[in-house]
T-cell receptor, first 109, second 110 residues
Framework: EDQVTQSPEALRLQEGESSSLNCSYT??????LFWYRQDPGKGPEFLFT???AGEEKEKERLKATLTKKESFLHITAPKPEDSATYLCAVRTSGSRLTFGEGTQLTVNP | NAGVTQTPKFQVLKTGQSMTLQCAQD?????MSWYRQDPGMGLRLIHY???????DQGEVPNGYNVSRSTTEDFPLRLLSAAPSQTSVYFC?????????FGPGTRLTVT
């Protein structure tokens, strides 16, 4: 059974304080790892897809990396508007995704 | 493009009532899915469809029905609502794995 575990559950940072979120996974045949951002009361918003170990993707202050067992979402010099819940998901067959429970990020000014 | 749209945004039902949550997408995506999101449980797949006329069960299908008569629409039916179905429901569509979500329907069953 595919499993996705995200840590920490919640993270509080000061503006400008860089950090990383972790997504570890146990799957049989990874066909993509996805990162989403979710704001309160809204649907998840797609951020990145990673397909193979060593791959990296960047968008503004966010960088996602992938190894054979986990993915990291690095947040560099975060701003308050980066506050959200970040979700990780894996795809192993077809288009079905298995999601982790998310990391709730709060960035204080 | 409107993307993925869901109606209604909020709904309150009494135990035993039935209703249909509507989902539509205008991106011509073949794959559509329904999730529920509960605190501490993450997003869980209810039903999905890989194209018009084809549906299958996800992780938590009991109490829900779906049909897919067109590429654009994928309604979710609650046949006899129960308090355990109180949740936020998201519809999503996908072309090549990256799923795009609607804004959600917050359902309360009393």
């Amino acid at each position: 059974e595919d499993q996705v575990t995200q840590s920490p559950e919640a993270l509080r940072l000061q503006e400008g304080e860089s950090s990383s979120l972790n997504c570890s996974y146990t799957v049989s045949g990874l066909r993509g790892l996805f990162w989403y951002r979710q704001d309160p009361g809204k649907g998840p918003e797609f951020l990145f897809t990673l397909y193979s170990a060593g791959e990296e993707k960047e968008k503004e202050r966010l960088k996602a990396t992938l190894t054979k067992k986990e993915s990291f979402l690095h947040i560099t010099a975060p701003k308050p508007e980066d506050s959200a819940t970040y979700l990780c998901a894996v795809r192993t067959s077809g288009s079905r995704l298995t999601f982790g429970e998310g990391t709730q990020l709060t960035v204080n000014p | 493009n409107a993307g993925v749209t869901q109606t209604p945004k909020f709904q309150v039902l009494k135990t035993g009532q039935s209703m249909t949550l509507q989902c539509a997408q205008d991106m011509n995506h073949e794959y559509m899915s329904w999730y529920r999101q509960d605190p501490g449980m993450g997003l869980r797949l209810i039903h999905y469809s890989v194209g018009a006329g084809i549906t299958d069960q996800g992780e938590v299908p009991n109490g829900y029905n779906v049909s897919r008569s067109t590429t654009e629409d994928f309604p979710l039916r609650l046949l006899s609502a129960a308090p355990s179905q109180t949740s936020v429901y998201f519809c999503a569509s996908s072309l090549r794995g990256e799923q795009y979500f609607g804004p959600g329907t917050r359902l309360t069953v009393t």
